[in-house]
């Protein structure tokens, strides 16, 4: 396979079968993804695997959070608090497209709270990870951190496995960081879920839009 192809088969995955990923195979990926470049060679990912009975005690754990309506202070802004347009439509286009193909109207607000909190079952995936950063790092650092992901993903592609990034768990970050035992100095970016797509399963035959070039590049010669 090559990088184009990776780029163009990538997506966002919210249905997984219930089929094991080798754990060599994630730990193969997520070594080969430390070749992303970051600024100065710092490389500033701190990478946690999350398979088997450690992912199934975490969703036990997140499903009783949910279940009690427990919440906790997120531990950064995930859109920025001045979401205006074209950004904001975008955001709003796909959420609209998701829950189109998945059947829950807009005005079915605890169907769509319930599709929502799959996020936290990492949508059925056998497999995860957490991404977490030293907390004196900055901007800069943490651009390293998308490009470390983006690796990933496509390295995953490319290994027959489809995956989901999710920044929804910066709303719990002291739950998985005590779960994982981050020592204080680190906080938690996000987290991804890894396995093998369920190609049944609605939610997965969204395929998002990218802005036309137009809108975003300059080219001067």
Sequence with gaps: MNVSDAIAARR???????????????????????RAASGGNIQP?????VTG????ELKAIMAAKLAAGETETPGYDIYPREFTAPYRDRTFAVGEGMYG???????DKAARRMWFA???QFFGAPAALFCTVDRRM????????????????????EAGLATCPQECWAVYPQTIETFLGT????????GMAIG????????????????????????RT
């Design 12 to 34: 966002s995955v919210r249905g997984f079968l219930n089929k094991a990923v080798d754990t060599a195979v994630l730990r193969d990926i997520v070594s080969a993804a430390a």
């Design 45 to 49: 990912w701190h990478i946690d695997l």
């Design 53 to 56: 009975d450690s992912l199934s």
């Design 101 to 107: 193909h998945i059947g829950i109207p807009r005005e």
């Design 118 to 120: 799959r996020n936290f």
């Design 138 to 157: 900055g901007p800069p650092q943490w651009s390293d951190l998308g490009m470390y992901l983006q690796n990933v993903m496509l390295l995953a592609v």
């Design 183 to 190: 020592p204080s100095g680190r906080m938690l970016f996000c």
């Design 196 to 219: 093998y797509e369920d190609p049944d399963e609605p939610a997965n035959r969204l395929r998002t839009e990218r802005a036309p070039e137009g809108e975003w590049l300059s080219v």
